[in-house]
């Protein structure tokens, strides 16, 4: 997973609490992703970001805010946190829409909130 | 959009047997890429395969083919001789040429038996 980090790889928050999920890359990456990943659920897309100052929702958006200043960086935030938002979160890049199989993802973030 | 899915309960395999994991999708786009990654208990997710929907040939990847069934939309795995370390979960996912979002299914359990 050379390439893509997520800070931090382990958080317990408490309920109410908010935090930000790093995701930097030094690929020159376009496309940025944030999933969560809940047993049985598989991988839910949280928010994507196309490019440099741009984000769209995915299928599971309530409850966090994304932003993407700088291109190589795609933040992840939960303003106010809940016991639902317990999960393991992954990062992804791709280059751009044509670069097919190049996809990078994070280590993970262990999320836990009490 | 593109819907991702993967139904199998978890798998059993003999080592050294082959195996398929099934996938199906779902898109009104004729530009798309589907994927096939790994999971191990240690939580990273490992690229395994690669398909687009242009390519004329069915992927392979040493021990890993794609079967490409566009009628069909199907896009199984097969892993010939298993081997123990491939016991983990897999995921299909994919994305199409009109969006930028990558779809996972929600994955099946493989577990390889000496």
């Known amino acids: 997973n050379a390439g893509v980090t997520q800070t931090p790889k382990f958080r317990v928050l408490k309920t109410g609490q908010s935090m930000t999920l790093l995701c930097a890359q030094d690929m020159n990456h376009e496309y940025m992703y944030w999933y969560r990943q809940d047993p049985g659920m598989g991988l839910r897309l949280i928010h994507y970001?196309?490019?440099?100052?741009?984000?769209a929702k995915g299928e599971v958006p309530d409850g966090y805010n994304v932003s993407r200043l700088k291109k190589q960086n795609f933040l992840l935030g939960l303003e106010s946190a809940a016991p639902s938002q317990t999960s393991v979160y992954f990062c992804?890049?791709?280059?751009?829409?044509?670069?097919?199989?190049?996809?990078?993802f994070g280590e993970g973030s262990w999320l836990t909130v009490v | 959009a593109q819907k991702i899915t993967q139904t199998q309960p978890g798998m059993f395999v003999q080592e050294k047997e082959a195996v398929t994991l099934d996938c199906t999708y779902d898109?009104?786009?004729?530009?798309?890429?589907l994927f096939w990654y790994k999971q191990p208990s240690s939580g990273e997710m490992i690229f395994l395969i690669y398909?687009?929907?242009?390519?004329?040939q069915n992927a392979t990847e040493g021990r890993y083919s794609l079967n490409f069934q566009k009628a069909r939309k199907s896009a199984n795995l097969v892993i010939s001789a298993s081997q123990l370390g491939d016991s983990a979960m897999y995921f299909c996912a994919g994305f199409t040429g009109a969006n930028s979002k990558l779809t996972f299914g929600k994955g099946i359990t493989l577990s390889v038996r000496p």
């Open positions: 398909q687009g929907s242009y390519d004329e």
């Open positions: 898109t009104s786009d004729q530009s798309y890429g």
């Open positions: 970001s196309v490019g440099e100052g741009t984000t």
């Open positions: 992804a890049s791709r280059l751009d829409r044509s670069s097919g199989n190049t996809i990078y």
